[in-house]
């Protein structure tokens, strides 16, 4: 993976103005690189390939990293806190790969719980099913 002094993870960090408590939590660090870097292992010992591009990033319950493998593949690492029941997580997709299977438009689990940084990872391909809004907007938080 390549970085560079504007990469994706730093322009989000200089959007929010600090990093999310989260990402220090699962990273255990608030250098970008280092986690970008992280990721980048992750793909590379599970999904057999390195990132080529680290297209999205996000906070919620954990963070969400939307990357292209040099492989070709774009998929999402989702990365949660060190405590998060791995059972929970390997049922959720046990469930999510059924549901792909049964052909609903969801995406593929790829990696079940493993290691990542500090915390728990898994992996599922990134499906891109238009613009994603803010959900903080009155408008699209009265629709939901």
């Known amino acids: 993976m390549k970085t560079n002094d504007d990469s994706l993870v730093k322009r989000r960090l200089r959007a929010w103005g600090a990093l999310p408590q989260i990402v220090r939590d699962v990273f255990g660090t608030e250098d970008v690189n ?5 990721i980048n292992r992750f793909c590379a010992e599970h ?10 990033f996000d906070v919620g319950i954990g963070s969400v990293h939307g990357v292209q493998l040099e492989d070709a593949r774009r998929v999402l690492v989702k990365a949660r806190r060190r405590g998060t029941s791995r059972a929970h997580l390997a049922a959720a997709q046990k469930i999510q790969r059924q549901l792909a299977q049964l052909q609903f438009p969801c995406p593929t689990p790829l990696v079940g719980p493993s290691v990542l940084a500090l915390g728990v990872g898994i992996a599922e391909t990134w499906l891109v099913a238009g613009a994603r809004d803010d959900p903080h907007e009155p408008e699209l938080r009265q629709a939901m």
């Open 34 to 38: 280092a986690i970008e870097q992280a």
């Open 47 to 56: 999904l057999g390939s390195p990132v080529a591009v680290h297209h999205f």
